[in-house]
């Protein structure tokens, strides 16, 4: 095949991949908690819907975690790179994490049932 039809199947390609995350993303579920891990280690779980601001300190640094309006943020944090502040807010979707401090958020929803089973 020649360069032309390579480039235009690669161009198909990721735009069909690109569609496609966008239906998906707009289907994800809405999460109801967050969990805050520091070190791997579950710190405290909190809701989405109670706003408030929460302090969580370790041997490698600390990081402020804000719930407001139903979206959870690290709005500051001890690390270099504050790329975990950068992240912004959200309500869904990747957890964020900043690796300096070994800190993760990771969003929780309660699993919906069809039916029960017995």
Same mark, same amino acid.
């Given at each position: 095949?020649?360069?032309?039809?390579?480039?235009?199947?690669?161009?198909?390609?990721?735009?069909?991949?690109?569609?496609?995350?966008?239906?998906?993303?707009?289907?994800?579920?809405?999460?109801?908690?967050?969990?805050?891990? &520091?070190? %791997?280690? *579950?710190?405290?779980?909190? =809701?989405?819907?109670?706003?408030?601001?929460?302090?969580? @300190?370790? /041997? +490698?640094?600390?990081?402020?975690?804000?719930?407001?309006?139903?979206?959870?943020?690290?709005?500051?944090?001890?690390?270099?790179?504050?790329?975990?502040?950068?992240?912004?807010?959200? &309500?869904? %979707?990747? *957890?964020?994490?900043?690796? =300096?401090?070994?800190?993760?958020?990771?969003?929780?929803? @309660?699993? /919906? +049932?069809?039916?029960?089973?017995?």
């Amino acid at each position: 095949m020649k360069t032309k039809h390579w480039s235009l199947l690669f161009l198909a390609l990721a735009l069909l991949c690109g569609i496609s995350a966008l239906v998906l993303a707009q289907y994800a579920p809405e999460a109801d908690s967050i969990e805050i891990c &520091s070190d %791997g280690k *579950p710190v405290r779980t909190v =809701p989405l819907s109670v706003d408030g601001e929460y302090r969580i @300190e370790s /041997e +490698y640094g600390w990081n402020v975690v804000t719930v407001r309006g139903g979206k959870a943020s690290v709005t500051a944090a001890s690390c270099q790179t504050q790329d975990c502040v950068r992240y912004g807010a959200a &309500s869904s %979707g990747a *957890p964020i994490v900043c690796l =300096p401090n070994r800190l993760t958020v990771t969003f929780c929803s @309660e699993p /919906e +049932y069809d039916a029960l089973l017995q």
